[in-house]
């Protein structure tokens, strides 16, 4: 069993920078792919970016490429997504979430197996 809880989220203004966190913990954090999704209102929980265990593999979704930032670290546990030049169209609620099954990063909602509560990140114009 794993557990996930983010924090960081908050209200920003257009062009600035959020840093959420997500601590896990339950079985052994470095075994496992992490991953961010979002989710707006009225729209679908969409891939965001996600880290390969041992954190030298990345992916991102084209709409965060260049302004968003995955790490991991696993003396605490934690992955971080770093958020810059920050657009109204990334409001939403960021779900931090693990891949217990496979080593490298997937896009599929469904390869995830444990769901953080999420975190809203509001972009103001």
């Known amino acids: 069993q794993v557990q996930l809880v983010e924090s960081g989220g908050g209200l920003v203004q257009s062009g600035g920078s959020l840093r959420l966190s997500c601590a896990a913990s339950?079985?052994?954090?470095?075994?496992?792919?992490m991953g961010w999704f979002r989710q707006a209102p009225g729209k679908e929980r969409e891939f965001v970016t996600c880290?390969?265990?041992?954190?030298?593999?990345?992916d991102y979704a084209p709409s965060v490429k260049g302004r968003f930032t995955i790490s991991r670290d696993g003396a605490k546990n934690t992955v971080y997504l770093q958020m810059g030049s920050l657009k109204p169209d990334d409001t939403a609620v960021y779900y931090c979430?693990?891949?217990?099954?496979?080593?490298?990063?997937?896009?599929?909602?469904?390869?995830?197996?444990?769901w953080g509560q999420g975190t809203q990140v509001t972009v103001s114009s």
């Open positions: 979430a693990v891949d217990s099954q496979h080593s490298v990063g997937s896009r599929s909602r469904s390869d995830y197996d444990y």
């Open positions: 339950g079985r052994a954090f470095s075994r496992n792919v």
């Open positions: 880290i390969s265990k041992n954190g030298g593999i990345t």
